[in-house]
């Protein structure tokens, strides 16, 4: 195939916020170094917080982080992968060198830390993307369309690492706070995992897809006869503090509490109930490239579905703002 010298793309500056921009050069990739032409790239929350609430994650790049594509040419020393791979982005963008890397919390890397794809570096809401580091990308399966490839880094990707980071096995009661774009994908990798579950969100629509899904109880709040302590682990999608508290509440003890949820910038916890429950809060961030590969085998083995719409990329600015609004459910993910 023929590559142009130049292609279109939305930069993000502090200054301007997201422009579109015609004459983005295509870069020739180097020796350890491969191009992708973008198949399919998906819209976040997370660039809700960058374009409107000042989220201070690099300035100047291609935005977009959930990237899935096909290598169009490879560099002489790359051996992971070859011309016509289809392959998605690990967001995290990791070093693969530091201590954090090697002991295989790549996701946590130090020094990628505001330099993630399509967050801090370039993204995919443009053509073709120059990967520096191939390493950083993982292989789709063929029996996986790139638009659901592109949703699962992110939407599939967050909720699989903090149900596995949170030791959730066939004999775990989970309950979820938010049924929305991550818990859709919550549910059904809970599931997948053998694991009871139980969903509270303020919408019957929601609900309703909850239960679709194979949700063993679904609630707008948790029923007065359901007892405190009753779940081994809960996974908080919302993140605001009303959410977290029912979280302690209702977690054993022991329990494990995942805030996923970027509802609130804050959290506190009650430290007495904390200590003397000995109840476990943990920190989750994305994934890693084998998490991601799980995922992709999740999605591959039908386990897995990610509620996608498509649209052509350059109507990215209409869709942010329905995004803004809450005018759709799910992801929508752009064709350039």
């Known amino acids: 195939m023929t590559i142009p010298k130049t292609q279109y793309g939305f930069v993000y500056t502090q200054a301007n916020g997201l422009n579109l921009k015609e004459d983005i050069p295509v870069v020739e990739p180097g020796s ?31 935005m ?14 790359v051996t992971l992968f070859k011309d016509n791979d289809r392959v998605a982005a690990v967001g995290p963008n990791p070093c ?13 890397c130090p020094h990628s830390a505001g330099k993630w794809f399509g967050l801090g570096v370039d993204g995919g809401y443009q053509q073709y993307l120059l990967v520096k580091r191939p390493r950083n990308l993982v292989k789709i399966p063929d029996n996986v369309d790139s638009a659901d490839a592109a949703a699962i880094t992110d939407a599939v990707l ?3 690492h903090a149900l596995k980071l949170a030791g959730v096995r066939p004999s775990s009661n989970v309950l979820f706070f938010g049924a929305g774009g991550l818990g859709v994908n919550a549910i059904q990798i809970a599931k997948a995992f053998g694991a009871t579950v139980t969903v509270i969100d303020k919408k019957e629509k929601a609900l309703d897809v909850a239960k679709s899904l194979g949700a063993d109880a679904y609630y707008t709040k948790i029923p007065e006869d359901v007892e405190a302590g009753s779940f081994d ?8 503090q009303a959410t977290f508290d029912e979280c302690q509440k209702y977690v054993k003890p ?6 996923v949820g970027l509802g609130a910038a804050r959290l506190s916890f009650d430290l007495g109930d904390l200590a003397l429950r000995e109840i476990n809060i943990l920190g989750s961030f994305w994934g890693t490239a084998t998490d991601l590969k799980e995922s992709f085998e999740l999605a591959s083995q039908g386990k897995v579905k990610p509620k996608v719409r498509e649209a052509p990329l350059r109507e990215l ?3 942010i703002i329905k995004l803004k609004n809450g005018e759709y459910e799910g992801r929508v993910v752009f064709r350039p």
């Open 64 to 77: 977009g982080h959930e990237i899935a594509g096909t290598i169009v040419k490879t560099g002489s020393k």
């Open 233 to 240: 682990v809960a996974i908080d999608l919302v993140g605001i």
């Open 317 to 319: 600015p209409e869709w």
């Open 254 to 259: 022991k329990g494990v509490i995942v805030p």
């Open 96 to 108: 693969g060198d530091c201590t954090t890397c090697r002991t295989g919390f790549e996701n946590d």
């Open 158 to 160: 967050t909720p699989y």
């Open 32 to 62: 350890d170094e491969v191009l992708l032409k973008i198949d399919a790239v998906g819209l976040c929350h997370s660039d809700l917080h960058v374009i409107y609430d000042g989220l201070a994650v690099g300035d100047n790049y291609v």
